[in-house]
């Protein structure tokens, strides 16, 4: 069974930086692409970053240009580096891995699974 532990969440002021952790155990990580998504109250869960088994990247608009999203494959973790946080950024944090090894890119977090419980990130303007 797969488990996820996400890390790293906080308070931090607007234009600051926080880098997330996702540890996974259970699957061959390498094989899978690996997601963060993200949950504001009152909204719905959304896509900020995606990183292939090779380790190529996709980014939400919101996001590009500002998140890193990166893998280690020898430790089963995935990052999010975050730099020039929002108030916007304001969530709970979560990875998942694809549902399937041939992942092609859909947003949609019906496409990964299972979930960690989150980390909260918080950004005070």
């Known amino acids: 069974q797969v488990q996820l532990v996400e890390s790293g969440g906080g308070l931090v002021q607007a234009g600051g930086s926080l880098r997330l952790s996702c540890t996974a155990s259970g699957r061959i990580f390498r094989l899978y692409a690996m997601g963060w998504f993200r949950q504001a109250p009152g909204k719905e869960r959304e896509f900020v970053a995606v990183?292939?088994?090779?380790?190529?990247?996709g980014y939400a608009d919101s996001v590009k240009d500002r998140f890193t999203i990166s893998r280690d494959n020898t430790k089963n973790t995935v990052y999010l580096q975050m730099n020039s946080l929002k108030p916007e950024d304001t969530a709970v944090y979560y990875c998942a891995p694809s549902l399937s090894r041939y992942y092609i890119g859909s947003r949609s977090d019906r496409e990964f699974g299972p979930w960690g419980q989150g980390t909260q990130v918080t950004v005070s303007s």
């Open positions: 990183t292939w088994s090779d380790g190529s990247t």
